[in-house]
Each structure stands twice: as C-alpha cells, then as structure tokens.
C-alpha cells in the first residue's frame, strides 16, 4: 500500500502533541489555498451557468450572472484573507449578493444604489412575481428578460454562496458537486433538449479542478470516484427515465414553458376547476370567437406556432392587411371591450381580424400571418382593452367563386409530412373526392366530422399518447372516431391539406355565456371555453373558420349547411377506406358541457400524472446520489460488527474502523501515531481504553487472548462517546458525509522502503 | 583516581550466568518503581532523567549525561548506584588521565616475582566517568572500548568485566574551555544522552532544605539486590518485540539516513539500541511487549547525539545543536507511519 508522505507541519508529532491544528478550529492555512478554491469555484459554476443557454434566446446574461458570482465569491475571499473567523465570509458573500443584486436590478429605493431598504424587497417581490409569468408565459428557449435575469444571479449567486461554504468553510469540496448537478439539471427538468453534453463535461472537469485545488494531501481517488458516479448518475437518469419525449414534457406542469406553448397554455388552464378567464361586450351585440395563437406547422408529430422573432414595428395601434381578404367580400365595424381575469398567456385573446387595440399595458406586437396579438414582455393578465375588428361576411357564392385556386406563397400551408398515414388521405378523399371546389370539400368534411358517426369524448379510449396532434394520434382518432376540440380541429386541418385546401389549427376561446351585467349586454368567458378549430384559405376571402367539433360553438352562415345557398355536401361515404364502424354509437354526440372541461383536448392531467413522478424520480434520484457516502459508511461499520460477532475480524479491524470515527468527526488522527496517541486524541473514556488494549496486544505482543467478539460493544459504545462529544454540525456531516471515505487513515502494513520513499518524498 | 572497590572481588567470585530467573511484569514493574523512588530522593523533579538512566541501565545501554556543572549529572548516577546495591566506582576525568588509570596495571610484586593485574575502576558494576570529555581522546578510547567490548586486555591477559556493567558518563557542553569533544564514533557507544537542565524554583528550594544537615546520598539505601538487577537485566530481554515494531524502528533510522538536514543519520548500532531501550522502557511500564510509544518515547534520546546536522542546518558549525537536532528526530517520528499488525504477520 503506497503510503502517503503527510506534510510536515500538519502531520503530529508524537511527542508535541500540539503541532497538528485541528481542521475545524483553525482557518485554511498551508496547502490548502483558499483562494484557488475560490477561483476554481467560480470559473465551476460560470461553466455549470452556461449549461442554460439550450432555455435562454440571448446569452447576454451569463456575463451579468458571472458577474455576481465573481462579487459574491470574491467578497467571502477577502474576507477570508482578512479575518481567520470561519463564519465571517459566507456572511460578507451574502451581504455581497444581496448587494450587487440590488446595484443592477433596483438601485433606485436602495441607499447609494446597495444598501436595500423595504422599498427595494418590494421590487424585488415584484420581480420575482413578473419572472413567475414570464416563465410561464415564454416558450424555450425563452426571452431573458429583467426579471429572469434576476432570478438567475439571485439562484446562482445563492448556490455559488452555498459552494464557497461547503468546499472552503466546512472544507468539503467534494459536495459542490450537488450544487453543481442543481444548474446542470435545470435544463434536463425543464426543456426537451437535455442539457449540453459539451458544457456537461466542461462542467465535469471543472468540479474535478475544483476537487485538486480543494483537497490537498488526502486520498482524491474515491473522491473523485464517488464525484464522477454522481455526475454520470445525474446525466445518465434523465435519459433512462420515462418522458424524456417531447411531447409528454410539454404537457407537463410547472415553471416549464414547453416548446409547445398551447399546449402549456391548455395546461395552466385545465389545473384549476372552471373559473372566468375574461369578459368581452361588442357593440353588435353578438358574440364572438376569441382568438389566441395560431399554429401553422404541422410538423408530423404535432401542430405549432412558427417561432419568429416579432418585429418591433408592429405595434397594435396599427394593424396590417387581413391576409386575403378582398376588397368585394361585405363586412362590418365591430368594437369589442375586454377585461382579461386570470389569464396567464402571451398571446391577447381578440376577435378575428384586429384593426386597432386601444388600453393595453406594456407593448404588444401583431404577426401579419395569422393577427395573433403577442408579448415578450407582458401576459394577457389583468388587460382591459377595446379591440376595432372587422365583421367579415363572405358569402356562399364568394366561397365556390375561389374554387381550387392556391397562390405558391400559400404552400407552406399545405405541408404535410411524406409519412402522413395513408389512412389520413384516403378518409379524406372518401369524404370530399366528389366535391368540386374547396369550399365544397371544407364543407364535407366539416359535417364528416359533426355527423353522428364522431363522438366527442374527453377520455378517448386510446392508450399512450393520444393528448397530442400528431399524424399517428390523427390515424388513431379517425379509426375510434372519438376525441377532444384538438383532435377534431388538427384531423380537419390535415385532411385539408391533404386535399390542397391551405390550412392552419387555432387556439382560443368559444364565444361564451351571455351575461348581463349592469344592464349591458356582455359575455362571460371561461376555462371551460378554451377551443381549439381549423381555417381554411379561400382565394378572394381569406382565413376562414371552420368548426368540426361536435356540439361545440357556433358556425358562421358561410359553413352552416341548413342556411339557403350554402352548397349541401355529398353525405359522407360510411364506408370510407380505413373508417371503421364506432365502436359504440354515439348515444351523446356532443359532450356535457362538464364532459367538455378540457376540450384543449391535451389529455394533459394524464400526462401530469407521468410528468410529476418523472421529476419526482430525478429528486429522489439526486437525493440517493448525494447519500451514497451515508450508505457506505454505514455499510462498513454493518459488515464490521457482522465480522466482529463471527469472530472474522480482529481487533484491528474494530480500532481502524473506530479511526475512521475519529476522522468522520474530524479528530486528529492520523497513520502516523501510535494507537495510544490516537486514543489520547479521540479523548479516552472506558470502552476506548479497552479498545486500545485490544489492539495493541493484538498488534504487537506475542500473544493475545483477545475474545474480539467482545469487542464488538466497545466499538459501539466508544463511537457513541465520540459522537456525543462532537459539535452538531460535524456529527451531521459525519453522518451524511462521512470524510473518512475520503481521508486514507488506515494503519497501512508498512515496509522499510515505504517509509524510507516516505522520508525521500520530503527530500 | 580512587581505588578498587571491595565489592568487586566479590562480584567477579560469584558470577550470575547460570541463574535463569525471570521476573513477571508485575514484579518488574514495582522492582523498578522502588528504584525510580529511591533515586528520586535525591534527585527532585527530574523522573524523566532518572526514568531514562533506569533504562538504560537496564537494557544494558551506556548513559551519557550531558550539561552544565552543578546540575546533579553525578549525583544521579551515584544515587542509581547505590539504590541497585551495585559496585560502583567513580574516574574524574582529567586531561593527564591515563588509560591504564582506567583499566588497571600489573605491577611487578616481589613476594611471587611475577606480575600481578592490578584492576583499574573499570572493574565496577556501575562507573562514574565524570567529565568525561576533559580527558585525552587517547584515554577516552580506553574508556569506550572496554564499554563496547565488556572486556578489557591488559598485556596480552583479557580480564572480564562485572556484570552487569554500566557506564554513566557525565560531559559538559563542549563549548566550554579545556574539553576534548567526543568524536562521533565515540558518542555513538552511549545508548542515550540525557540533559539534566536547570530544577525548577520549587525543586531547587527543596534540595536547598535537604542539603541542610547531610547529604542525601548518604540515607539511600538498596532496594535491589544484584540478583534481582541480573534477574530484572533478563527480562527485559525476554520482552517481545512484533514485527511492526521493528520496522517502525527501522523506518525511523531509516529516515535520518535520507532526511535533508542530517550530515550522518543514525547507525545499525542505534537501531539495536533503540530497540533495546524500548524493550526495558516497555517491562518498566509492566508490558510484555513493546509498542510504538517505547519507540517514539525514546528516539529523540537514543538518537539525537549520534546524528550529525547538515550544514543547512548547522550552519557549518561542528557543534552539537541538540536542540535542533532533537527537532528533526521530532520531524522524523511525526512523519513515519505506525505500523500495526498481527503479531506473527509481516
């Protein structure tokens, strides 16, 4: 066993007891340098920070999140080098965050910009409410905005805080390993991409850099064991977890905004019972669909928005063309008031197609695709605004006059993947091969679907993963013919496109209840009214909704088959090639409106449900990790007494593991003394005594009558006085952490070479 | 120079081989208490000196004491000598010593016309050599060859020495005028070099009570008989000495052969008589066995004045730092292992 050469001044003497500083009472000194630790912490975490850049659009943050982490561990530095007190740097690194935090995010209610008064946690509670919705509301990766970014050097300025404590306080830099796997997890829990393997191992070596500067003279080689299995286990559980598929993520609740944001949307409004979102009067007095989002691709696995960056000219006081809309089709002026309850999205709920938004707080930009109203900076929460919209009235005659005409700039609204199921384009030939225009086709496949054979149900009976829009989940819902607001509205949109009609899913609200408030003609808008539909593009007259959903909404004049001079629909062939027969008929065709809670139709509880012991496993997961120490520790002393009772281990065994006691409690002992010294160090009592006789006649007198199955009590009860002797926290950190797994204290077998290598090493 | 003691005719009549008595450390342990006691009647506050002249006696080691006058160097001799009921002589050493003022001479005696042995102070269970350094290296030598031999050859004729026989050389510190500085070879003959230091205020006002009326030395009496001594000298070679032990000793000598601020670390010699010392120090402390402690208890004595500090740490000076010394030994043992395994396992 190669022995290692202790140095010199923290080795003890055997004969001046003095010379070996207690670790715990004495301030880092020798070849622990504390500042090493503190720089190979810092340039740890800036590395374990930039591992967040898959969730965040501008890196820009990182240097403001450093920043931070440089002030706060610099400050506990010199601190540190001023004043051997061991409490006085965490203390200063804290007072150095909460400084530096307030200098960049509220300098204005705060002495000289740093010294926080109420005022300033006031802002600061206010930041941490507006970053609450702006993770919500943003899709990754997402904008960093003022509150993010302060949420971010807050969390990490905390954890590089907590990392200063443990690896250079408590001296125990193996454990920033823990604080480390927190900021690399954070992309894992949130975002589908996990986090990026390059920053992964960057991070990895940085820890390592962490564990040599931090560990002078020990055995780094179960440390950096023990480290490595924690990082691996941390990258490697993610992925052997269920869920780590995008679409089940996506659904999931929480803080995440999932690529998805519909879908999330859907979410955070299904978490709750039916309550009001927002109420709306017009001047017409009709009421009138909401829209929120739209999603124009359709990516085979699912239906999303087209993530663009907004252009800042668009502001809502000035509306672009109605994409399409021609000047011959008849409308009319329609005012509509809003007040917004509890709606935590980015998108403005507003009838289709804005004009002029006037009274919105914050900015809010318009996307000339679809006159979807968003905002970086804001959620729909709480608005009050009137919406100048347009009545668009386009009649029958309009709709066939478009026939099959598509412009090329329209194709990409009829992009469907190559491996679209067959069953798909067949339903929707079998439907509509006979109709002539498109109008006529959107027609037959419109009432296709809001004919008896289709049954609205909100718990499908399909396994797996039918929450989402994707082509497989279309296969699945045309052969059950059941399905939620989704279901319908994506199957229509696809099948359309199939047949070369430009179409696209939208996401918003039904009309609603009518209400009477104050004597005013109003409508109350609800959680329950979340919708999803399909619109289809008619040359002349564009976007034009259309409502597949059984017994859901309202259909316009254009699309509704009993009104005079809408063309009647070929009745939907029953015998359609891949259609089966319901299988049970639709004794309720259109669902309850209880039935309809969730007619985003995400199935999200379901996936919650999955999602919740996904992220739940990743705590208990780290949890175990961070507890492996503990375990094995224990593990020892188990096998130890097990050994002792059998009369296999000697009294050797029990005194080095009672060492190792001694070391977990950070007594100084060392291979270097003499078990007698030992004992002095670890303070004597009785059992210690016998101890300490045991081994010695067992070590080095010619005979020994030792029974060491007696021994076995003595062990118990003189690591139950040791322990009782010890400070709380280091018998907390004995337990959770044993450093003796760390620390070799074995009395090793030496030879005289070893000790004569032992002597050359000082040379 | 004195004369020849009675008690040597006697002791050299009625040689001790053949008794094979052994002591159980019980008895050791209170023989050698009783010894420890009687000495320091005389001597106060010094037990760890008396402890260690005990052992060496003992272990059959060569004590070397070393200080200032007037610190009580003879009188902690004496008061051994006398507490084990030994034949003790005493040679002042002075720069016209000659060798055969140690070892004896023959002189011619007329009535037998033929030379007669006449046995010098060597021939004592206990010898006081008294400023041992003031004499010629010459007659030093004289001193320790028959200290290394246990015998002494005078005119082709080897005379046996007693047994047990021991040597307690007292020095002063060789910066003092009119000394001969102990070569190193000769230094290394001693088993341990003690220092005596100055008593503390409250020992020195007791000896200043005592000394009043008669000295001291002169209440002592035996505790031991020679027989128990010879009895008490085998078991301490019989105490048992495990493996670790001797190569924790080895590691230790070892170590002062490579240490950087050593010119010369310690000889093969010391590590026998490290051991030695351990072996006595051990059936003292009622033990049939040593322990590293023996070792670690005794390395800064047994080898601090066989080592020769580098210049580094000397700065070139010849002289005896043994305070600095004693330091490095200290260094060494903080930073040797303790081995520690079963008894018969290597």
Redesign the interface.
């Known amino acids: 066993m190669a022995?290692e050469?202790?140095p010199?001044p923290q080795?003890?003497?055997?004969?001046?007891p003095d010379?070996r500083p207690h670790p715990a009472a004495v301030p880092p000194r020798g070849d622990f340098v504390a500042w090493k630790v503190s720089i190979a912490l810092l340039i740890a975490v800036g590395i374990a920070a930039t591992g967040l850049h898959v969730l965040l659009r501008n890196q820009s943050w990182w240097f403001v999140v450093v920043l931070v982490v440089a002030v706060v561990l610099g400050a506990a530095a010199l601190t540190r080098a001023l004043s051997p007190h061991l409490l006085l740097p965490p203390v200063a690194g804290a007072f150095a965050l909460l400084g530096v935090v307030t200098l960049l995010f509220a300098p204005v209610p705060a002495v000289l910009g740093v010294v926080p008064t109420f005022d300033t946690l006031d802002a600061f509670g206010t930041l941490f409410l507006e970053a609450n919705d702006s993770i919500h509301r943003q899709a990754v990766p997402a904008t960093p905005d003022q509150s993010i970014v302060f949420v971010l050097c807050i969390g990490i300025g905390a954890i590089a805080l907590l990392c200063d404590i443990v690896a250079i306080a408590l001296r125990l830099p193996a454990l920033v390993g823990v604080p480390l796997v927190i900021i690399l997890a954070v992309p894992a829990v949130t975002a589908r991409n996990i986090t990026d393997p390059f920053v992964f191992a960057l991070a990895a070596a940085a820890y390592l850099f962490v564990l040599v500067a931090g560990t002078p003279h020990r055995q780094p080689g179960l440390a950096v064991g023990v480290a490595a299995a924690s990082i691996v286990g941390a990258l490697v559980l993610p992925l052997a977890l269920p869920g780590i598929d995008g679409t089940i993520r996506n659904a999931q609740p929480g803080p995440s905004a999932g690529v998805n944001p519909v879908l999330s949307l859907g979410d955070d409004l299904r978490r709750s019972s039916e309550r009001n979102v927002l109420e709306y009067a017009t001047d017409s007095g009709e009421a009138h669909y909401l829209r929120l989002v739209t999603l124009e691709r359709f990516t085979g696995k699912e239906w999303a928005p087209t993530e663009t960056d907004l252009d800042t000219d668009n502001t809502v006081e000035d509306f672009g063309p109605v994409p399409g809309l021609s000047a011959d089709v008849q409308r009319e002026a329609e005012s509509t008031v809003v007040e917004v309850g509890n709606l935590s999205s980015r998108w403005l709920p507003v009838p289709y197609p804005p004009r002029v938004i006037t009274g919105l707080d914050r900015t809010w930009y318009w996307e000339p695709r679809g006159l979807s109203v968003e905002s970086h900076e804001s959620t729909a929460r709480g608005q009050s605004y009137q919406v100048e919209s347009l009545l668009i009235q386009p009649t029958p005659q309009q709709l066939l006059a478009a026939g099959t005409t598509v412009r090329p700039e329209l194709e990409p609204y009829l992009d469907l993947p190559e491996d679209l199921p067959a069953v798909i384009s067949d339903a929707a030939l079998g439907v509509a091969e006979s109709a002539g225009s498109n109008y006529e086709k959107a027609l037959a496949l419109q009432e296709y679907f809001r004919s008896e054979t289709f049954r609205y149900s909100e718990d499908a009976p399909v396994e797996g993963e039918y929450d989402g829009t994707g082509m497989d989940v279309l296969a699945t819902f045309l052969e059950v013919r059941a399905g939620y607001c989704i279901h319908f509205a994506s199957a229509m949109a696809v099948m359309a496109r199939s047949l070369d009609i430009p179409a696209r899913v939208v996401v918003g609200f039904l009309p609603g209840k009518l209400s009477m408030r104050g004597g005013e003609t109003s409508f109350s808008v609800t959680t329950h009214d979340l919708h999803s539909w399909p619109e289809l593009y008619f040359e002349g007259v564009g976007w034009v909704q259309f409502e597949p959903t059984p017994g859901r909404g309202e259909l316009g004049d254009y699309a509704d088959v009993s009104v005079a001079g809408v063309p009647e629909p070929i009745p939907p062939d029953g015998s359609a090639p891949g259609a089966t027969p319901v299988p049970t008929p639709a004794s309720s065709p259109d669902g309850t409106p209880e039935a309809g809670t969730d007619d985003s139709g995400t199935g999200a509880p379901e996936a919650s449900r999955q999602g919740t012991p996904w992220f739940g496993l990743i705590v208990i997961g780290t949890i175990l990790l961070s507890l492996i120490p503990a375990l094995v520790r224990a593990a020892q002393r188990w096998r130890l007494s097990a050994r002792l009772a059998s009369g296999d281990a000697?009294a050797?065994d029990a005194?080095t593991d009672t060492l190792r006691t001694a070391v977990d409690l950070r007594l100084p002992v060392a291979?270097?003394?003499?078990?007698?010294?030992a004992a002095g160090r670890m303070g004597g009592g009785p059992a210690l005594e016998r101890l300490l006789h045991a081994?010695?006649?067992?070590?080095?007198?010619?005979?020994?009558n030792i029974d060491s199955r007696e021994l076995a009590g003595d062990l118990r009860s003189a690591r139950t006085t040791l322990a009782a002797a010890a400070e709380p926290l280091t018998r907390a950190i004995a337990t959770v952490y044993p450093p003796s797994l760390w620390r070799n204290i074995a009395?090793?077998?030496?030879?005289?070479q070893?000790?004569?290598d032992?002597?050359?090493t000082?040379? | 120079m004195s004369g020849i003691p009675r008690e040597v005719d006697e002791d050299l009549a009625e040689p001790e081989t053949k008794r094979t008595i052994m002591l159980s450390a019980l008895e050791f342990r209170g023989l050698g208490g009783q010894i420890i006691d009687s000495i320091e009647r005389v001597i106060d506050g010094k037990r760890h000196a008396v402890e260690l002249a005990l052992t060496v006696l003992l272990a059959e080691g060569h004590l070397l004491i070393e200080d200032v006058p007037g610190v009580g160097k003879t009188m902690l001799a004496r008061a051994l000598a006398r507490s084990v009921n030994c034949s003790v002589s005493r040679i002042q050493f002075t720069p016209d010593l000659l060798p055969s003022d140690i070892t004896g001479v023959s002189v011619y005696n007329q009535a037998v016309r033929d030379f007669e042995f006449k046995p010098g102070p060597i021939f004592a269970n206990l010898v006081i050599g008294d400023e041992i350094n003031r004499a010629s290296p010459k007659t030093q030598s004289a001193l320790l060859e028959s200290m290394e031999e246990g015998q002494v050859t005078v005119d082709g004729v080897t005379y046996p020495l007693a047994a047990p026989f021991a040597v307690m050389a007292t020095q002063n510190p060789v910066e003092m005028e009119g000394t001969y500085p102990l070569p190193e070879a000769q230094r290394d003959r001693f088993m341990v070099r003690i220092s005596m230091g100055y008593p503390d205020a409250a020992a020195e006002l007791a000896m200043l009570r005592q000394r009043e009326s008669s000295s001291p030395l002169d209440r002592l009496q035996p505790v031991v008989t020679t027989q128990q001594l010879l009895a008490m000298i085998r078991t301490v070679r019989a105490v048992?000495v495990?493996r670790?032990?001797e190569?924790?000793a080895?590691?230790?000598t070892?170590?002062t052969r490579?240490?950087?601020d050593l010119r010369l670390g310690a000889s093969p010699r010391a590590t026998l008589q490290l051991v030695r010392a351990a072996k006595a120090r051990a059936a003292l402390d009622g033990?049939?066995?040593?322990?590293?402690?023996d070792i670690?208890?005794l390395a800064?004595s047994v080898l601090a004045h066989r080592l020769i500090p580098s210049s580094r740490l000397s700065g070139g000076a010849d002289g005896v730092h043994s305070g600095s010394l004693a330091d490095v030994v200290?260094?060494?043992?903080?930073?040797?292992?303790?081995?520690?395994?079963?008894?018969g396992?290597v």
Do not use: M
């Open positions: 022995v050469a202790p010199v080795a003890s003497a055997s004969v001046a010379r000697s050797i005194w291979s270097t003394q003499t078990p007698r010294e081994v010695e006649a067992e070590g080095y007198a010619a005979t020994t009395h090793p077998l030496t030879t005289a070893s000790a004569h032992g002597a050359s000082r040379n | 048992f495990s670790s032990v190569r924790y080895v590691a230790i070892q170590a490579h240490d950087h033990r049939e066995f040593v322990l590293p402690d670690d208890a800064v200290l260094r060494i043992l903080a930073a040797t292992p303790v081995p520690l395994g079963s008894a396992s």
